[in-house]
């Protein structure tokens, strides 16, 4: 039989993540912190006792993970909620990537109630961290210095504020006061 007439088999989304486990020698539980599910739920997956799962969350979260789209998993259909296209995080994206670093190393260096933000981060549903700290723990992992994340946190800081109803030009003496301040505390002044 030539390889021409054998039928094209897509691999199934539960062997694609297993075979991903194995190849990046990911632990299971580590795995299910990372996209938001229970360590069983993991098992049932890759076992194919139950059917690969149709939410987009969870969907694009294993595929942020993977590296891969969630267009690979033939169970996604792409979601109707708008997803963030944050300048911060795209360069997030691109430092990992001259760095050489996957998404699992990467997530691997933050504790474990963390990774799931950041998996969320990454595939555009949550923005960056308004908390400093929070902010200089991604900073320290890619190796940045705290100018370049001072100018992120000052235009997420300033989302947040108008956001929450303050007209940030009105008030711009107010605003520069309090980054002013913000500045000297973090030792960038």
């Not at 109707?80 to 996957?102: N, W």
């Not at 994340?149 to 000052?154: A, C």
Request: charged content about 30%; glycine content about 2%.
């Amino acid at each position: 039989m030539s390889s021409k007439n054998k039928p094209i088999v897509q691999e199934k989304s539960s062997e694609k993540v297993a075979k991903f486990l194995d190849k990046n020698s990911l632990h299971k539980k580590d795995f299910a912190e990372m996209i938001g599910v229970t360590l069983s739920y993991v098992y049932n997956l890759i076992d194919d006792t139950i059917p690969f799962s149709t939410r987009s969350t969870t969907l694009e979260r294993i595929a942020t993970v993977m590296e891969v789209e969630p267009e690979v998993f033939e169970e996604y259909k792409i979601p109707q909620e708008p997803i963030l296209i944050d300048d911060s995080i795209e360069f997030f994206k691109d430092v990992m990537k001259e760095k050489g670093m996957s998404v699992v190393n990467f997530l691997k260096a933050f504790p474990r109630k963390k990774r799931i933000d950041i998996v969320d981060m990454l595939r555009g549903s949550l923005p960056i961290p308004i908390d400093f700290k929070e902010l200089l723990m991604i900073a320290q992992v890619l190796e940045l210095n705290q100018e370049d994340i001072y100018s992120m946190w000052e235009k997420r800081m300033k989302q947040v504020l108008e956001a929450n109803g303050m007209n940030i030009y009105a008030n711009a003496a107010l605003v520069n006061a309090m980054f002013d301040c913000a500045k000297k505390y973090i030792s960038l002044k």
